[in-house]
């Protein structure tokens, strides 16, 4: 039986080289390959971008609005501190950013996965809030 995540690689156009270094990191970290969930990759000049541009990217939010002046992605920029919600992503859900061999011209290839790990232990569960700890129920 292949494994869905190989069959998603496969069906995104990795290569062979691309699928077994992809394959190299997970089993490094001992990743749970049959849980382990294709995010989707970018192209950029080093990690530290191609993650910001990426979850930036994926957290786009657009809004339908006749005033020029709403900017809520660069309100967003100012807001987040992305390396740390980076570092919660890893902890919490099992984000990894992995760069790939072969670079394009003043670029290098990143690809984003998720799944748990050895990193992430057992709160790497999708349905865990990253406020896991929180008693929102205080004491009424």
Known sequence: MELLILKTLKMQGFSNIDIDQIFNYLETLDYDLKKTRYIGKITSTNERLAKYFFLREKFKIDINSFDENLHINEILDQCIDWSEFWRLLVIKKGFCCIRLSGELPNKLRF?????????????????????EDVNYLGNF
């Open 111 to 131: 690809t984003f996965l998720s799944g748990p790990n050895i990193l992430s232990g057992p709160s790497a569960d999708l349905e865990d809030s990253i406020y």
